[in-house]
């Protein structure tokens, strides 16, 4: 049987080929991907086919290659579904992909089983229940994850944007200003700034 691999995004299809290659004996055309520049053909044998959520989501009108691709992902049997980050899969895009694709086993993995709708109780339905979780405390003694140390940095708004806020008649309006609050973009250029003289690495979310 097949394995189908869906990521969250480009990047992500890449790693997890780069991982396949490095761990598994599959031969190399074996292994496609599925991208919005990159839409290599299935192997008629066993494979394995790396995509994004977004990719087997679309609804849209696709490209004569991609709808190729695309029906042949539908009319597989695989034999395993295998979701990164797997916390995003409830959202309504992502629950077309579990629909559209058959599998005969689906496996999730993620860091962070959260979200902040009440939507990850859906995942005992769409994929089943949880089977392991590693302790983080225990990932970072034996040096797989990084020792985190958490601080929160209050930006006070600048004047105008404080009255702006205060006077703002929607919900959205308010949430457009405390995001793009010039305080804070300066508080992070700051960081930015302090941590590359150190020469760490730095993702800004």
Partial sequence: KSVVCLCTNAVSVLQWKFQFQLWTNIPEERISCFM???KDPLHPGGCVLITTYTMVSYSGKRS???????NAIQGREWGLMLMDEV???????????VGSVKAHCRLGLTATLVREDDLIS?????IGPKLYEANWMDLTTQG????VQCVEVWCPMTGPFMREYLTASTARMKQLL???NPAKL????????????????????
């Fill in 186 to 205: 300066r508080a992070t250029e700051f960081l930015v700034n302090f941590h590359e003289e150190r020469g760490d690495k730095i993702i800004v979310f």
């Fill in 64 to 70: 004569e290659q991609a709808a190729e691709v695309m």
């Fill in 122 to 126: 859906d995942l005992n339905f769409l």
């Fill in 178 to 180: 405390y995001v793009m």
């Fill in 144 to 147: 797989y994850l990084a020792n």
């Fill in 36 to 38: 919005s520049d990159k």
């Fill in 87 to 97: 916390h995003v899969v409830p959202a309504k895009m992502f629950r077309r992909v």
